[in-house]
């Protein structure tokens, strides 16, 4: 019979083998847990700050600098460099490498592209890549800008996952390629969204923080006015927003299609769309503005085209000739991914590794400090190579002053090394070097030409070493090289000009933009008690003459046009927000309310009218708290309403217009009570303010009146009473108020329910 494994059944002294850790779960999974975390964060999600690169980013490029896929060389399979990637330097899947290079390859994704690649790259539809096996690749010059430098010692290196080889931590960077191509990645609790630039921008941007390291971010903003996407655009995000976005490195870019008119004859025309936002696929784009056509979503568009060949075109017909195109585009920008909003996030490494956001004036600086470090590094190989070289010519120049000992040596003794370092006080290399000197470069004209190149290398040397000792020199040499490469990344490049503008967002108001299409009519809306609705053509003169379901009866009858919209306040204090033009005709008895908006049952209508832009209504809950209200912030697009007044259980009372200057309320206690209208707060949503105060009961009504024409009351027969005196009835809000007068209807109401 077998038994259960035991601690002591395995191999060494505790007979675990070492497999078996006695430690708390808690424990042990918060440090596996960290460790996946920092993992994820600093070798796969978030780019340093120095390179703007990835790691299986930085490990693609530097294996294709291995392979010699230089500009000028033939292009490889990709299938050869993701497995020299693969094999050499990044254990992971060859699908997620390849995915990455074929990134670096896509214009549409890249503002500068790394790679160029040859056959099936994707396209701005969203298609994918062909396979591996079937495209090809090479660097560049963009990316041989970001290795120039990498065998110069000019950053650190360390070892491979298996040991063998090693991998530059970082790479040398000859222009600010993090907000040059951006970067965008979700680790572990933190995620970074970077949006592209234009590289000569940040380049000058560079060049005023060495003129100027007190330059503030507005004069660098000045210099780098925002993002420049690889598919163009117009980007609409106000420049104060964009000025804080780049101080705190944190924010979001609005950017929208670029589009023009073009005229069709006889006064009709079509949107013609040439770029669209960065990102978004077309082809999803073109299904999704189709689908706003078919669901009936976008009354003013009649049809959608893509017309693209190499170049994009978009064709958007108008429903109708009378429709503006600035309305029309509007309208697609808000239902559209034709606008779209970039976040940003600008979280990187710094130069310890350590993530953080940055704002632009922090990454420009750590690029720049990355710069000298890589300038004072190349130098210092260079000035090795030098010393080395002299040692070597000092050495060739003490051979030719005594040449003939040389020979005399070399030919007759036995050790000729050992002889020559002892007659001539010279190194191991020295005489290396000695010995290997071929007799034709024996002849007096090369004794001359190792003169000069001495010369010329201990001037070089010098130079180097004074530069080495001046921190301004260093910075003025930083500033000659990204003057270089502008020139080759400059705005008169093909790969330099700025691709997006900027312009701002054209303040049309789009409340009426979907009734352009409808036709404007009276009509008279009909409310049943019992939550049907419909409308009835024209204005209905007698009321009487309307026709219910058995069991139903009259309940809110509303003038209105069909181009109006109507706001539903409901009892459980939200509004909702119902297009006339959508309700049913008046022929029959309509459709109930309650599948137009998301109304429960036990919930009931308070009130029902047409909304007007800038009128105010006074909301008041049988609480006996109130506010008012402008019903501009009444309007939503939203099925389930908005919720505009906290009833607290008690379930709201009434929604009133506001045409006076007195509230007069009334409790369940008989009491009445007036106070000036403008005692009461103007909120867009809430519980208001206490309306009257009650020791038992409730408010049972509310009305607004003018000073002018006075208070009065409605009784049964629809007869208008003056309420005589009603200035006796004032007093302070939230008072108790006093006892009705007589011959107030026994309903307690001011006009009959």
């Known amino acids: 019979m077998n038994k259960p494994f035991q601690p002591g059944d395995g191999d060494g002294e505790d007979g675990s083998g070492g497999r078996i850790l006695d430690e708390p779960l808690m424990e ?92 099936n790259f994707g396209n701005i539809d969203g298609d994918n890549a062909a ?103 117009e980007i609409v995000e106000p420049p104060a927003s964009l000025l804080e976005m780049y101080e705190t490195g944190r924010g979001g870019v609005r950017t929208r299609a670029r589009w023009t008119r073009e005229d069709t004859g006889r006064g009709t025309y079509q949107i013609v769309v040439t770029e669209i936002p960065y990102q978004v696929r077309k082809a999803d784009l073109v299904e999704h503005l189709a689908g706003l056509i078919e669901d009936k979503k976008a009354p003013l568009l009649g049809d ?21 195109d600035q309305v029309l585009m509007e309208s697609l920008f808000r239902l559209s ?56 010519l000092d050495g060739l120049r003490i051979a030719y002053l005594n040449l003939d000992e040389v020979i005399r040596i070399v030919r007759y003794e036995e050790e000729p090394k050992a002889r020559l370092i002892e007659a001539f006080s010279l190194s191991e290399i020295q005489a290396d070097a000695i010995l290997n000197t071929r007799l034709r470069q024996l002849a007096r004209l090369e004794e001359m030409e190792i003169r000069r190149e001495h010369a010329q290398l201990s001037e070089e040397r010098d ?42 967002a054209p303040s049309i108001d789009l409340g009426d ?38 069991g139903d009866s009259q309940g809110f009858i509303v003038p209105a046009e069909t181009t109006d919209k109507l706001l539903v306040f409901t009892s459980d204090g939200r509004m909702f927000t119902v297009g006339c033009d959508r309700l049913p005709p008046g022929r029959g008895h309509g459709e109930p309310l309650r599948l137009m908006i998301d109304l429960e049952d036990r919930v009931d209508v308070v009130d029902i009218f047409v909304y007007r832009p800038g009128a105010k209504r006074l909301l008041a809950s049988k ?67 206490k309306l009257q105060s009650y020791r038992e009961g409730a408010l049972r009504d509310v009305m607004v009146f003018s000073s002018a024409d006075g208070a009065a009351w409605i009784d049964k027969g629809g007869r208008t009473i003056a309420w005589p005196d009603w200035v006796q009835w004032i007093g302070k809000r939230a008072a108790a108020g006093r006892l009705i007068p007589k011959g107030f209807p026994t309903s307690k109401r001011f006009r009959p329910k």
């Open 28 to 119: 042990a999974l918060s440090k596996r847990y960290l460790a996946y975390a920092l993992s994820t964060i600093s070798s796969r999600a978030l780019p340093d700050v120095r390179d703007g690169l990835k790691p299986v980013h930085r490990r693609v490029l530097y294996a294709m600098n291995n392979m010699a896929l230089n500009p000028q060389a033939a292009a490889r399979k990709c299938a050869k460099v993701v497995g020299e990637v693969m094999g050499n330097f990044h254990p992971h899947g060859d699908q997620s490498i390849y995915d990455a290079l074929v990134r670096l390859a896509q214009d549409f994704a890249q503002r500068i592209p790394l790679v160029e690649g040859q056959g």
């Open 131 to 233: 396979a591996m096996r079937y495209t090809e690749c090479r660097m560049t010059p963009a990316a041989m800008l970001l290795l120039d430098g990498i065998d110069e010692d000019a950053v650190d290196f360390r070892p491979t996952y298996d040991g063998q080889d090693e991998e530059p931590v970082v790479l040398p960077t000859g222009f600010p390629n993090l907000l040059a191509n951006g970067s965008s990645g979700i680790a572990v609790g933190m995620a970074t969204s970077i949006p592209p630039h234009n590289a000569a921008e940040l380049i000058d941007a560079c060049l005023m923080l060495l003129k100027s390291p007190s330059a503030t971010t507005a004069e660098l903003v000045a210099l780098v006015p925002g993002p420049d996407f690889p598919t163009g655009g």
């Open 304 to 324: 959608v085209r893509d017309e693209s060949a190499e170049d994009l075109r978009l064709v958007l017909e108008p429903k109708s000739r009378t429709v503006e």
């Open 337 to 392: 991914d034709l606008e779209t909003r970039f976040p940003v996030n600008m979280n990187v490494l710094d130069a310890r590794g350590s993530p953080g956001v940055m704002g632009l004036k922090s990454i420009l600086k750590a690029f720049l400090d990355h710069r000298r470090e890589v300038l004072v590094r190349r130098a210092g190989f260079r000035l090795g190579k030098i010393e080395a070289r002299l040692h070597i």
């Open 463 to 504: 130079g180097i070493a004074g530069m080495l000792a001046s921190e301004s020199a260093q910075w003025k040499l930083v500033g000659t090289g990204l003057r270089q490469v502008r020139e080759a990344l400059g705005s008169n490049t093909k790969v330099g000009k700025r691709r997006s503008t900027f312009s701002e």
């Open 513 to 550: 933009a979907p009734e352009a299409m409808i036709l404007r009519e009276p009509i008279t809306v009909v409310l049943s008690q019992k939550g049907w609705i419909r409308a009835a053509k024209g204005r209905v003169a007698d009321p009487s003459e309307l026709k219910y379901k058995e």
């Open 623 to 689: 609480a006996g708290y109130g506010f008012i209200m402008p019903e501009d912030e009444a309007v939503t697009n939203r099925k389930a309403g908005k919720p505009v007044l906290a009833v607290d259980g008690g379930g709201a009372l009434a929604c009133l217009e506001t045409r006076g200057d007195q509230v007069a309320v009334l409790g369940d206690n008989g009491k009445a009570l007036i106070f000036p209208l403008a005692e009461l707060p103007e909120m867009p949503r809430g519980k208001g303010v």
